[in-house]
């Protein structure tokens, strides 16, 4: 054998024995089987480039589990000026996966990615066409986020964080799964064609979108609604994706519910807790859907003593001063048609924020009321107890309360019980077999633990001129805060606190139960923010027990039953639920989207819509 030819074919067996593929790098799990090694001669055509690295695609798997994309991180000016897109390269350095927060256990899985490399242009002008997603078997699933999700409530089962992704590693199964699906593309460059947004950007003006491909819990207005699967699971909607920072700078454009935008070439990259495509450069609007909400159809009558409207509107932490309180009244004027009555959650005091001991809210009311009545000549009065200073969560020095305002015309008070203070706990006895309360209005078991840094509900008795009477419950449930991301490491994912706000829901329905153990038959209305969708079931099994839930009861359709946008998600937070003897009776309800279709989310008057509903009471 010629003595060169051999020395070629030892130098060739050494550069295939040291080679290391981008497919072997990642995998068939979300971790890399090479995390922590030293990897050299990793070969791909660069494909994008950013501040902090940038991505090479390599030689395809025929496995659609396997990425053949790689980011490769560096900050090294000297390297990133040398290399463009087109570049065949290739890299040495170590495989690592990196998390993006500094707790992964309880928010982000990791992403694969090669430190401190060492990089070789080898040619340049190549071109690497990117995969479709929608397309062939690149398809993602409409249900499930991870086959760790496990329970009765999909990704919603309680317990959560009962596994956590990085230590099971399972194998990617991107036909089921969505993540499992993003994952087999971390890296790639791909394309979203005819791209749709399904809510408003965050705070870093990224945007979460679905594609031309098939989707589940489409609503009217382009959204995804949380909806139970043809297995009775909670959809995840996986099929959404979020836009990042754009790679060369540009600004992505301003977004709604249902914007219509052009194609979308990116990378995709796991970061913050999610799954993100990071586009090569910002995508144009295309069309905008109109801003303008029709009016409820459901209107008052003073002169029927049997039906009561109501309305329902958590308004965002309201002030005397809010700038929005002429948008607010005008909304219940126009939009909820001003109903019979309305609860109201997130009443500040009388001067906002400012922590100095202040906990009235009668301006507050009063200030709202006068708006109301100038627009539309119907003057409100309140029902209200002011909390303890500091002590029912919310923004500080806000002392946020829920609140009513009543038409007296039509309904009042019943009389004969004194109203309660913030520490009182309201009950309830017979009287010759009729339900009566102790206070009117009250708060429901203030002191238990269960309301700890948390609003109380508040329970009143109502009776219409007519001598009709409703016992009704305003709710404001703890909140989100401390939840992890849907797609992060915790599987189910954290809801923060599910546990404080399933006992704070079983407080209610004893108190209900307490009303109907002496009149099965009593009309009975308990509505407000609740902050857990209906398909969380296990928070609400209590209630849902001995009540309907409105939207449920008069057949909603479940894509429309939505209230607040967040992440990809279009949910019901705000909720009704009415007594067997109401559900029984002509009943209705609206979700009238005044907030959450509006072009632009500096538009809104809250980040909830309000809703409206009708009851029989006789």
Not at 234 to 243: F, G, K, Q, R, T
Not at 423 to 446: C, H, Q
Request: aromatic share 6%; charged share 15%.
């Amino acid at each position: 054998m010629n003595k060169l030819f051999s020395l070629v074919l030892w130098y060739s067996a050494i550069s295939l024995t040291h080679a290391t593929l981008i497919t072997d790098i990642q995998g068939t799990t979300f971790l890399s089987p090479l995390a922590g090694q030293t990897v050299s001669d990793v070969t791909g055509v660069v494909t994008a480039k950013g501040d902090e690295g940038f991505y090479i695609s390599g030689t395809p798997s025929s496995d659609v589990r396997v990425s053949n994309g790689l980011f490769i991180f560096t900050e090294s000016t000297s390297i990133l000026d040398k290399v463009a897109v087109g570049d065949m390269v290739s890299v040495s350095g170590v495989v690592t996966e990196f998390a993006s927060t500094s707790d992964p256990e309880e928010s982000d899985i990791k992403g694969t990615e090669i430190d401190d490399p060492t990089v070789v242009v080898q040619s340049s002008g190549h071109t690497v066409a990117p995969i479709v997603i929608g397309t062939g078997n690149r398809i993602p699933p409409t249900q499930a986020l991870s086959a760790l999700d496990v329970g009765p409530q999909g990704w919603l089962s309680v317990p959560n964080n009962v596994s956590q992704v990085d230590k099971v590693n399972p194998t990617l199964v991107p036909a089921d799964y969505g993540m499992d699906f993003w994952s087999s593309l971390e890296g790639q460059l791909v394309t979203v064609t005819s791209p749709v947004s399904v809510a408003f950007p965050d705070s870093f003006a990224e945007f979460w979108v679905v594609g031309d491909w098939p989707v589940t819990g489409l609503n009217s207005r382009g959204g995804l609604s949380i909806t139970l699967g043809p297995d009775g699971i909670p959809d995840a909607n996986p099929e959404a994706v979020i836009i990042g920072d754009p790679l060369d700078g540009t600004t992505n454009p301003v977004v709604s519910l249902g914007v219509t935008l052009s194609d979308i070439t990116g990378v995709v990259q796991y970061q913050f807790g999610f799954y993100y495509i990071l586009p090569l450069t910002a995508p144009k609007v295309l069309t905008t859907p109109p801003d303008t909400v029709p009016p409820t159809n459901i209107t008052a009558d003073i002169t029927d003593i049997c039906i009561v409207t109501f309305g329902d509107y958590n308004v965002d932490n309201f002030s005397p001063t809010d700038p929005q309180l002429p948008v607010v009244a005008n909304q219940i004027v126009t939009h909820l048609l001003t109903p019979d009555i309305i609860f109201l959650q997130e009443i500040q005091d009388n001067d906002g924020p400012t922590d100095d001991g202040v906990v009235s809210s009668n301006v507050t009311l009063s200030n709202l009321i006068s708006a109301i009545a100038s627009l539309s000549g119907v003057t409100y009065d309140f029902v209200v107890i002011d909390p303890v200073n500091d002590e029912d969560g919310g923004e500080t020095g806000g002392n946020i309360r829920q609140a009513y305002l009543y038409r007296s015309e039509k309904i009042n008070l019943v009389p004969g019980s004194p109203a309660g203070t913030a520490t009182e706990a309201i009950s309830v006895s017979s009287s010759s077999g009729v339900p009566k309360l102790s206070l009117n209005p009250g708060r429901i078991d203030p002191s238990n633990a269960a309301w700890v840094d948390s609003r109380k509900p508040l329970a009143a008795e109502w009776q219409t001129n007519g001598g009709a009477t409703l016992f009704t419950v305003n709710l404001h449930l703890e909140s989100k805060d401390g939840s992890s991301s849907t797609q992060g490491n915790a599987r189910p994912p954290v809801n923060s606190p599910v546990a404080k706000r399933t006992s704070q829901v079983e407080l209610v329905a004893d108190f209900v139960q307490s009303i109907l153990d002496i009149d099965s038959d009593a009309n009975i209305l308990v509505a407000g923010d609740c902050n857990e969708y209906l398909e969380t079931a296990t928070v609400f099994a209590s209630l849902t027990d001995i009540m309907f839930e409105l939207d449920v009861l008069t057949d909603v359709p479940p894509v429309e039953r939505y209230t607040y946008v967040f992440d990809q998600n279009s949910e019901q937070l705000d909720h009704a639920f009415v007594s067997t003897a109401l559900s029984n009776r002509e009943t209705a309800i609206q979700h009238i989207h005044v907030n959450n279709w509006m072009a632009n989310i500096n538009d809104r008057a809250s980040d909830h819509d309000p809703t409206v509903g009708k009851i029989r009471l006789c």
